[in-house]
């Protein structure tokens, strides 16, 4: 699906439109945007030492989590599987989405049709995912194989015939084994296994996709985890000091263009950025301890997941705003008031 069909079926949306039709653009996986490319496969066969696994996008509803791990190998550097340089966070549908729900909203919206967006000619913002899946993941992932597999290091070293530890072949390795560990993990806590099955499966759909400002990007991991709660309170600091670029305060004050209502405690068109406080995505969330461990991790994906929901739905309306009409999203908003 290029970006034009992409656009085009969510403007052909109207009040009938049943909630699986809504849900085929709310749950859009832009990872099925890649395309594997198969004489590099071929090439680079010696890396997967005989492996049995798939790199294929699969379409079952059990493979969220094994779609990004492949998602994961086929971008390491060392493959570049795919035919071209791919992010999900850049592909020109997630550009042209972002665009088309703000184009109305200011004064001069230019797409820069490599990354980013250019406002009233002077104000740079770009791309970026909100809601990393892979440093929660891979933190709950490595707690699990405390118990599951504790050796797994030395294993997967072992099995491909190693002197060390290799990315590529660790995400090789997950993806052998985790059906295998899955069954294992569900004999002791199976909830927040599914919790993340779900957030999976909302990681690279329209709603985990914002701007930023330029160049925020790059050092955001280092200083947030790429958590946007986090992430709110660090722009936060950084449009404090004096020496804040136009950027940064730009972006400050039109954040309520971004369908970020239910991400701040107060609503957000009523305060900029500076005078809001967002509200944690676990309990006892901070810069001190940012990776959710036991139960919170389920807490933590469970509203982050909800959250990707009700904003790629924000999104769909503003694009098709004769979707405020439609009965099954009106259904859909009442339930979910209902269930906070």
């Known amino acids: ?59 079952e509803k059990t493979e969220f989590i094994n779609n990004w791990l492949r998602y994961k190998i086929a971008t390491k550097p060392k493959l570049s599987l795919y035919t071209t340089s791919f992010d999900c966070d850049t592909t020109e549908v997630v550009k042209t989405v972002l665009f088309e729900s703000l184009i109305t909203e200011v004064d001069s919206l230019q797409y820069n049709g490599i990354r980013g967006f250019i406002i009233n000619d002077e104000i740079n913002l770009e791309t970026d995912t909100m809601h990393s899946f892979a440093t929660t993941f891979n933190s709950f992932l490595r707690d699990v194989l405390k118990y599951v597999e504790p050796y797994w290091v030395e294993n997967y070293i072992k099995k491909y015939e190693l002197t ?57 991991y280092s200083r947030t985890g790429d958590y946007w709660d986090l992430t709110l309170i660090d722009l936060k600091k950084i449009i404090a000091q004096e020496n804040c670029n136009l950027d940064y305060k730009w972006y400050a004050e039109n954040y309520h263009l971004f369908n970020l209502e239910k991400y701040f405690k107060k609503n957000v068109s009523e305060y900029t950025i500076e005078e809001n406080e967002p509200i944690l995505l676990f309990e006892n969330h901070s810069f001190q301890h940012k990776k959710p461990i036991g139960e919170e991790v389920k807490e933590f994906a469970s509203n982050v997941t909800s959250l990707i929901s009700d904003r790629g739905l924000s999104l769909l309306m503003k694009i098709n705003p004769s979707l405020m009409d439609n009965k099954a999203v009106l259904s859909n908003l009442k339930e979910r008031n209902y269930a906070r």
Request: net charge negative; hydrophobic share 35%.
């Open 1 to 59: 699906m290029n970006k034009s069909e992409f656009i085009n079926g969510i403007k052909s949306l109207n009040k009938q439109s049943s909630w699986q039709e809504i849900q085929d653009y709310l749950l859009f996986d832009m990872k099925k945007l890649a395309i594997l490319d198969k004489s590099k496969l071929e090439l680079k066969k010696d890396y997967f030492k005989d492996s049995q696994i798939t790199l294929e996008y699969q379409d």
């Open 164 to 220: 060390e530890t290799e990315d590529v072949y660790r995400d090789i390795y997950f993806l052998e084994n985790i059906n295998r560990w899955y069954e294992e993990m569900s004999l002791k806590d199976k909830s927040i296994y599914k919790a993340l099955e779900k957030f999976a499966e909302h990681s690279h759909t329209i709603g985990n996709f914002i701007m930023v400002p330029k160049g925020y990007n790059a050092g955001r």
